[in-house]
């Protein structure tokens, strides 16, 4: 079981919106602007796509946005595109309780 | 560029020991906290451990706190973990992470992973 709640698919048609969450505590999401979230491509590493709950690393395209209200963050992708598919995990700081960070169980998104 | 190759992946019966290695080239190594993250499918991510970038500081998730030890050298840009003790649930593909920026929450840099397998 994940310290942060995702669902476990989502899917979506080429030039649409979709919408991942993720849900967390008072203790991880809902404390600290450090919610990242990552790409993954089957058998690749995972590629950092927002960071500090709605920054974009230099290269991410800006289909990929993030946002946060209290104990939840999403992460948007808009104008979909079939190279978007992929799982996409959320992570948050948590502090120093077991573990100083924590993910979500990831997202696979489907173009449909 | 930045790059992170890890090695010393491999197969290994229950209670045995790995080490993993991760050369870091294309910035200064002494500069970053470093970290090892793990995937496995059943699971996916998963933070293991993290060092400052003096040494000075270890954290470890609590699963693996007392069997794994993080260390690095930085005269040779490298990090290291020692897995003891190794379980079943330890099996994943490790990947040395580091921050996009200095003093960042977040791992911007990734290597391509060294699978290690924990079965008899």
């Known amino acids: 079981q994940s310290a942060l709640t995702q669902p476990a698919s989502v899917s979506g048609s080429p030039g649409q919106s979709i919408t991942i969450s993720c849900t967390g505590t008072?203790?991880?999401?809902?404390?600290?602007?450090?919610v990242s979230w990552y790409q993954q491509h089957p058998g690749k590493a995972p590629k950092l796509m927002i960071y500090?709950?709605?920054k974009r690393p230099s290269g991410v395209s800006n289909r990929f946005s993030g946002s946060k209200s209290g104990n939840t963050a999403s992460l948007t992708i808009s104008g979909l595109q079939a190279e978007d598919e992929a799982d996409y995990y959320c992570c948050s700081y948590a502090g120093t309780r077991s573990t100083n960070w924590v993910f979500g169980g990831g997202t696979e998104l489907t173009v449909l | 560029e930045v790059h992170l190759v890890e090695s010393g992946g491999g197969l290994v019966q229950p209670g045995g020991s790995l080490r993993l290695s991760c050369v870091a080239s294309g910035f200064t190594f002494s500069d970053y906290w470093m970290s090892w993250v793990r995937h496995t499918p059943g699971k996916g991510l998963e933070w293991v451990a993290n060092i400052k970038n003096d040494g000075s500081a270890r954290n470890y998730v609590d699963s693996v706190k007392g069997r794994f030890t993080i260390s690095r050298d930085d005269p040779k840009n490298s990090l290291f973990l020692q897995m003891n003790s190794l379980r079943a649930e330890d099996t994943a593909v490790y990947y040395c992470a580091r921050a996009l920026y200095s003093g960042n929450s977040d791992w911007g840099y990734w290597g391509l992973g060294t699978l290690v397998t924990v079965s008899s």
């Open positions: 008072s203790s991880d999401v809902g404390s600290y602007n450090l």
């Open positions: 500090e709950v709605n």
